[in-house]
């Protein structure tokens, strides 16, 4: 029996499907893995496939009851496993719908449990809307903001000052950063290795900088350093703490949707929408999923 770089055996390996989310076409979204069956496969070699797709994240379904629509979830970037993935999920759960049919299923992750209610739209594309764990949001230290902005090569005039820079949590930390413009958001070159640093240092999964439109309407990208990725087209964790740090601002007045566009400035555009109600932490992150050729 022969082996392959994934480190499992070639007689074993399992299918590795690839959607695009938070898209309609497969040009567009964010690239994620799928395995339907990683339950013979471990953490090594799960490390290993990811970084052989070479996508931001690959999830794998490692276990679940025979017969129902629950199922435990683990990510992985091309250099290390992160607890939440939000296109990653949706992803999945688009992946379950096309085989199980659409409706309810429940994810168990390394965040908490994460239930995702999955639908046929119009054109024959399935959707799904990821219900995130409770959110919160803290306002950055002066630390955290000047490493991150030196790493990014922004000055701090470069800011929205309406939108304050936080921490905020959806499943995985992200620092967030409004930028004064869109000019200031479409130039992204920042230090890839210095912003690794810090966010290793801080524990952060993405940089969410978002410019916003209008009130229900913000551009955003996300540096991925830490996943060995310069950046995501369309990051669902990051969109959930998005919702949370918004209700922290208490700019969820009442019961709001909220559309990010994203991955514009890479040529692969994606949509992600939010709801969000100031009673509730928990935000819920919509968006189409289709296969790649």
């Known amino acids: 029996m022969t082996s ?19 898209t309609h076409d497969p040009a567009g ?23 052989e797709v070479g996508y931001s994240e690959t999830a794998f379904v490692t276990g679940g009851a025979e017969g129902s629509r629950r199922f435990r979830v683990r990510y992985f970037s091309p250099l290390a496993e992160v607890a939440f993935c939000g296109h990653a999920t949706v992803a999945l759960a688009v992946a379950l ?32 809307t990821l219900t995130s764990v409770p959110t919160r949001s803290r306002t950055a230290l002066d630390s955290e903001l000047n490493a991150a902005l030196k790493a990014l090569g922004w000055a701090p005039e470069d800011l929205d000052p309406e939108l304050p820079p936080h921490v905020a949590f959806g499943g995985n930390d992200h620092l967030i950063l409004a930028a004064a413009s869109r000019e200031r958001l479409a130039d992204l070159d920042y230090d ?26 913000f551009h955003a990208r996300n540096p991925f350093p830490v996943g060995g990725v310069v950046e995501d087209p369309a990051t669902g964790a990051a969109a959930a703490a998005f919702g949370g740090y918004l209700r922290a601002l208490d700019l969820v007045p009442h019961p709001s949707r909220i559309t990010i566009r994203q991955g ?10 939010l709801d969000a109600t100031p009673e509730d932490t928990r935000v819920h992150v919509s968006g189409a999923a289709v296969p790649i050729p």
């Open 192 to 217: 890839f290795d210095g912003l690794a640093e810090v966010m290793r240092a801080h524990g952060w999964t993405t940089l969410h900088l978002v410019w916003r439109e209008s009130p229900e309407l």
């Open 97 to 128: 719908a096309e085989r199980l049919g659409p409706g309810e299923i429940v994810l168990d992750t390394a965040a908490g449990e994460v239930p995702v209610a999955t639908r046929v739209d119009a054109d024959g594309t399935v959707s799904a």
């Open 264 to 273: 514009e400035d890479m040529g692969r555009p994606s949509v992600l929408r």
């Open 29 to 51: 979204g964010n690239p994620a893995g799928v395995v339907l069956d990683a339950s013979g496969l471990d953490e090594a070699a799960m490390l290993a496939v990811a970084a």
């Open 4 to 22: 392959d770089p994934s480190g499992t055996d070639t007689l074993h390996r399992p299918e590795i499907l690839r959607y695009s989310a938070f």
